[in-house]
């Protein structure tokens, strides 16, 4: 499987972003989907995840509210729409997968999609 984010860019705070991520190849073998993200000299955090039929989702406590993800399986794609955004956002933002097949399992990286809110 791979894993390709989109819609990155720069924004000012309290503005808008839909990042997006598409994949392709054994897409039968994916089960939950998330969404993460990297600051500078920063550990990669969990921002959200959301089950394989999209019907149970979790945040991070800095996000809730403001940040929804979504997902088509019938497009193969999931998203993530971000408002009210902040400075503190500013990060790169990696699209993840859980691969399971019979007794495999893989756990699917994006390449990431720089998000940069200005103040």
């Known amino acids: 499987v791979q894993l390709v984010e989109s819609g990155g860019g720069l924004v000012q705070a309290g503005g808008s972003l839909r990042l997006s991520c598409a994949a392709s190849g054994s897409t039968f073998s994916i089960k939950a989907m998330g969404w993460y993200r990297q600051a500078p000299g920063k550990q990669r955090e969990l921002v959200a995840l959301?089950?394989?039929?999209?019907?149970?989702?979790n945040y991070a406590d800095s996000v809730k509210g403001r940040f929804t993800i979504s997902r088509d399986n019938a497009k193969n794609m999931m998203y993530l729409q971000m408002n009210s955004l902040k400075p503190e956002d500013t990060a790169v933002y990696y699209c993840?997968?859980?691969?399971?097949?019979?007794?495999?399992?893989?756990?699917?990286w994006g390449q990431g999609t720089q998000v940069t809110v200005s103040s």
């Open positions: 959301i089950t394989s039929g999209g019907g149970s989702t």
């Open positions: 993840n997968a859980d691969l399971v097949d019979g007794d495999y399992y893989e756990d699917c």
